[in-house]
Nanobody
Framework: QVQLAESGGGLVQTGGSLRLSCGGS????????MAWFRQAPGKERDLVAA????????NYADSVKGRFTISRDNAKNTVYLQTGSLKPEDTAVYYC??????????????????????WGQGTQVTVSS
């Protein structure tokens, strides 16, 4: 298994940026597809971005395309979410998630909460208007 912990959240103004980090420990980091989800009060937890095990593929929610970038550094057991042009609608708790490799599949198949077994505790991002 892998343990995940997010950091980097905070309060920013509209148009600002934050870099979120998710550190993992346990099994080799390269075994996992990684993703960022977010959940605003009263709303479902939705995928923000996902990245394949070696970083070759990425997938983004339409709402963040062109503004957010997901990346990973397996040597550091870390996945990042660089946010930009932040909007109040981006306000949410951001969660890091990991999916253990089990069988071949395109990254775009893994977009639901149930596709990911391991989760961090979340980090709050608040964007003021």
């Amino acid at each position: 298994q892998v343990q995940l912990a997010e950091s980097g959240g905070g309060l920013v103004q509209t148009g600002g940026s934050l870099r979120l980090s998710c550190g993992g420990s346990g099994r080799a980091f390269s075994l996992y597809t990684m993703a960022w989800f977010r959940q605003a009060p009263g709303k479902e937890r939705d995928l923000v971005a996902a990245i394949s095990r070696h970083g070759a593929s990425t997938n983004y929610a339409d709402s963040v395309k062109g503004r957010f970038t997901i990346s990973r550094d397996n040597a550091k057991n870390t996945v990042y979410l660089q946010t930009g042009s932040l909007k109040p609608e981006d306000t949410a708790v951001y969660y890091c998630a990991a999916r253990e490799y089990s069988s071949p599949g395109a990254l775009v198949q893994y977009i639901q909460v149930y596709d990911y077994r391991y989760w961090g505790q979340g980090t709050q991002v608040t964007v003021s208007s």
